[in-house]
């Protein structure tokens, strides 16, 4: 299947009750927020993550939608497999000398794996296959209020050792946002597309990974999180017919209600001014 040929741009709005959407290992896992404006942040590399696990999931190992990035995979041990195909033998660090090689190695990697098709990767390691800079690429999900972050604590009647069977309880905390709708960005490029091989059939996959990738991510630390809003800007041509932020702000999220603290999804209004979308682009409400 040949590669996508229009640019586009999205927005997704997916919100947290009472979960940790994104916890910060050097903040005591606190959730990921601007100190200057309280905003809360979700990691690109989060939401990238969510996609894959997805896929991996949606797929199950169908040949052209393995996932390169896994908990517990061996990278040099993947990257194996390229040169096997070719029955070219690896030399660390560097790829093949010839060129058609190289490529020959580094295809074979985008072909077989939907993430390095879609987000690219830098496979530069000791069985080198290239560096690849993929089509779709996503800013960081920041809330569209500033967030409140509540610390609980729990406790845990089970004990670790049997020197602490008299104790009563072990004590512990988590922290957690009550609500928070977040706003995430995202791009996708035709001219990387085609360097990749990243077809329509990919890009339905990727409307279909962040329509439901909460779905089977469910944990006690992330609480309930949903994904509630999938806007697309699809550009009638490869390099695009306007300026991404332009379409960006013709998207609006507001508040029904100033009063009191917003806690559920039906505490905002999304209102989208379609006058402001320009031509050649034609937008598509997914969600």
Same mark, same amino acid.
């Given at each position: 299947?040949?590669a996508?040929?229009?640019?586009?741009?999205f927005?997704?709005?997916?919100?947290?009750?009472?979960?940790?959407?994104?916890?910060?290992?050097?903040?005591?896992?606190?959730?990921?927020?601007?100190?200057?404006?309280?905003?809360?942040?979700?990691?690109?590399?989060?939401l990238k993550?969510?996609?894959?696990?997805?896929?991996?999931?949606?797929?199950?190992?169908k040949p052209?939608?393995?996932i390169?990035i896994?908990?517990?995979t061996v990278l040099n041990?993947t990257?194996?497999?390229?040169?096997?195909?070719?029955?070219?033998?690896?030399?660390?660090?560097?790829?093949p000398?010839? $060129?058609? @090689?190289?490529?020959?190695?580094? &295809?074979w /990697?985008? %072909?077989?794996?939907?993430? #390095?098709?879609?987000?690219?990767a830098?496979?530069?390691?000791?069985?080198?296959?290239?560096?690849v800079?993929?089509?779709?690429?996503?800013?960081?999900?920041?809330?569209?209020?500033?967030?409140?972050?509540?610390?609980?604590?729990?406790?845990?009647?089970?004990v670790?050792?049997?020197?602490?069977?008299e104790?009563?309880r072990?004590?512990?905390r988590?922290?957690?946002?009550?609500?928070?709708?977040?706003?995430?960005?995202?791009?996708?490029?035709?001219?990387?597309?085609?360097?990749?091989?990243?077809n329509?059939?990919?890009?339905?996959?990727l409307w279909?990974?962040?329509?439901?990738?909460? $779905?089977? @991510?469910?944990?006690?630390?992330? &609480?309930? /999180?949903? %994904?509630?809003?999938?806007? #697309?800007?699809?550009?009638d041509?490869?390099?695009?017919n306007?300026p991404?932020?332009?379409?960006?702000?013709?998207?609006?999220?507001?508040?029904?209600?100033?009063?009191?603290?917003?806690?559920?999804?039906?505490?905002?209004?999304v209102?989208?001014?379609?006058?402001?979308?320009?031509?050649?682009?034609?937008?598509q409400?997914?969600?």
């Amino acid at each position: 299947m040949a590669a996508i040929t229009n640019r586009y741009e999205f927005i997704l709005l997916f919100d947290v009750e009472n979960g940790n959407p994104n916890g910060d290992p050097d903040a005591g896992n606190l959730p990921r927020f601007d100190p200057e404006t309280g905003f809360g942040l979700v990691t690109d590399v989060c939401l990238k993550r969510k996609i894959r696990n997805h896929v991996s999931i949606l797929m199950d190992g169908k040949p052209g939608y393995n996932i390169y990035i896994q908990e517990k995979t061996v990278l040099n041990e993947t990257n194996k497999l390229a040169y096997k195909e070719y029955n070219l033998e690896p030399e660390k660090k560097k790829l093949p000398k010839k $060129e058609e @090689d190289a490529k020959k190695v580094t &295809g074979w /990697m985008c %072909s077989n794996f939907f993430d #390095v098709r879609a987000f690219g990767a830098v496979m530069t390691t000791e069985i080198n296959c290239g560096q690849v800079r993929g089509p779709v690429q996503l800013a960081f999900a920041k809330s569209v209020e500033p967030i409140f972050a509540q610390e609980i604590s729990i406790t845990r009647m089970a004990v670790t050792n049997v020197k602490d069977l008299e104790k009563e309880r072990t004590m512990g905390r988590k922290h957690i946002v009550p609500y928070g709708l977040y706003m995430a960005k995202g791009f996708i490029s035709a001219p990387l597309a085609v360097k990749t091989g990243f077809n329509d059939e990919d890009l339905q996959l990727l409307w279909n990974a962040l329509s439901n990738m909460f $779905e089977h @991510d469910r944990s006690a630390a992330r &609480g309930f /999180m949903s %994904s509630r809003k999938l806007i #697309v800007f699809k550009h009638d041509s490869e390099l695009g017919n306007a300026p991404a932020h332009k379409l960006f702000d013709a998207i609006k999220v507001e508040r029904k209600n100033n009063t009191r603290p917003a806690r559920k999804f039906d505490d905002y209004s999304v209102v989208i001014n379609k006058d402001e979308i320009p031509k050649g682009v034609t937008l598509q409400e997914l969600m």
